[in-house]
């Protein structure tokens, strides 16, 4: 493990404790189901794996927001709550080091989600200004919400919507899934007994068949999808091919995606795009615009943040708001993330809460801050 302690790390740590959010720690080692499931493709591949004594899958934690969320459940402990932290995060095949340190918030709890939203927005904007003063900082603010609104408003079946909203955050996947929805492929050829179980929709008989055969091959539902994640996708591609989208509805969604404004102006152009496009939006634009209220109500100029309709990021638990800030123009690392956060409202009873808690988080890259000359204020 790296020994290495940011020098910046005192500093962050007394931000996190002013704006009312107290240090947890949580165990390097973690068990790995959750980041396998929920955690999306690009990480997915990327942690690092290993066994207990007994053979349950374990991993080296390689974000917070699962291990925070998990020890929030574990405490039993009310909310609204605010957590921090700082520590090492492990990911295979990474520029700059496997082994590097992340901080950041998680709020839990909040059933205001405008605000805190908002309020997460304005604690990792303060962050990069204690740490980077003098540098201009770029605001990238996509929506979850927004975008599954107009899938479905465009009356995308609920596998069209499922396939798109795993791909929003990733570009590529993205721009495969819309080639797709343009020029459904083919149907490919599937061995039976699989064929007649996914033509049934058999989930769950089609899962058993697959986890057969992994098992007979040798394989480890931890080195990969599960079964009933295969059994999901095989019965989606397949309910997927059957769908074609007209050309009016093509075109609606592909101007949604182009649009790239000012957060001050966002609201106005969501509000146009819908009106033009025939589609009811209100509930998901309502909140948006409250959203959009609340930044510009912690002293964060709307106009200095772009609204992005295709941007995401490539994890899938977001459900909500998602944002990264990086560096302004002309920096050399303008391109990479400082940091990268977002609304997660379903993750906590996924992970086995026992009622709904919403939450919102962000995480900032320590390595990344040090490279540009960022230091102990």
Known sequence: MTSRYPAIAPSILALFASRGAASVDVPVLQPADPFLDMAGEDLRRRIFLTESETGAALCLRPEFTIPVCLDHIASQAGTPRRYAYLGEVFRQRREGGNEFFQAGIEDLGDTDTARADARLVADAHALLTLTLPGIPLTVTLGDQTIFEAVLAALGLPRGWRMRLARAFGSADMLAAALADLANPPKNGALPEPVAALVADGDLERLAGHIATDMAQAGLSPSAGRTPQEIARRLVEKAELRSVRLSAEAFAALEKFLA?????????????????????????????????????????????????????????????????????????????RPLVGGGRYDRLLTLLGAKSPIPGVGFSVWLDRIEQLGGGAA
Do not use: W
């Open 259 to 335: 649009i790239d404004v000012p957060l001050d102006g966002a609201a106005a152009a969501l509000e146009a795009f819908a009106k033009s496009a025939g589609l009811s939006l209100s509930s998901a634009l309502a909140n948006f615009s409250a959203r959009v209220e609340a930044i510009s109500a912690q002293g964060l100029p709307p106009a200095a943040i772009r609204y992005d309709a295709a941007f995401g990021r490539p994890l899938d638990y977001y459900t909500g708001l998602v944002f990264e800030m990086s560096a302004g123009p002309g920096s050399e690392s303008a391109t």
